[in-house]
């Protein structure tokens, strides 16, 4: 019914760049927040951005700020994550998420809880 399909993942060399994009289809996908997770195994599924729908207000994670971008079509149901300068620490499988009825938040925007939908992953990794 709703469905949250990832692309983009691929291998790259230390300081390369690659844009994830995540497609939003199926009833309701106009959604109010959208955001990128990550996970690496023993690890806790960590935030890495976020878009909200309204006013276009991103959040990022400390460990990315000035490196990853994230941005979302005008018909809102395409988000996207530039990132560049990788590093190694950066690989990870990383997952695309949605969040219906309320916006990000300066808190819940990095928190799984918080959202209702999420994608199948897609895997990316950075050589040293």
């Known amino acids: 019914q709703v469905q949250l399909v990832e692309s983009g993942g691929g291998s790259v060399q230390a300081g390369g760049s690659l844009r994830l994009s995540c497609a939003a289809s199926?009833?309701?996908?106009?959604?109010?927040?959208m955001g990128w997770f990550r996970e690496v195994p023993g690890k806790e599924r960590e935030g890495v951005a976020a878009?909200?729908?309204?006013?276009?207000?991103?959040y990022a994670a400390d460990s990315v700020k000035g490196r990853f971008t994230i941005y979302r079509d005008n018909a809102g149901n395409t988000v996207y994550l530039q990132m560049n300068s990788l590093k190694p620490e950066d690989a990870a499988t990383y997952y695309c998420?949605?969040?219906?009825?309320?916006?990000?938040?300066?808190?819940?925007?990095?928190?799984?809880?918080?959202?209702?939908?999420w994608g199948q992953g897609t895997q990316v990794t950075v050589s040293s």
């Open positions: 998420a949605a969040r219906q009825l309320r916006s990000c938040g300066a808190t819940a925007w990095s928190s799984t809880s918080a959202y209702n939908y």
């Open positions: 199926g009833y309701a996908s106009n959604f109010n927040c």
């Open positions: 878009i909200s729908a309204n006013n276009l207000t991103t």
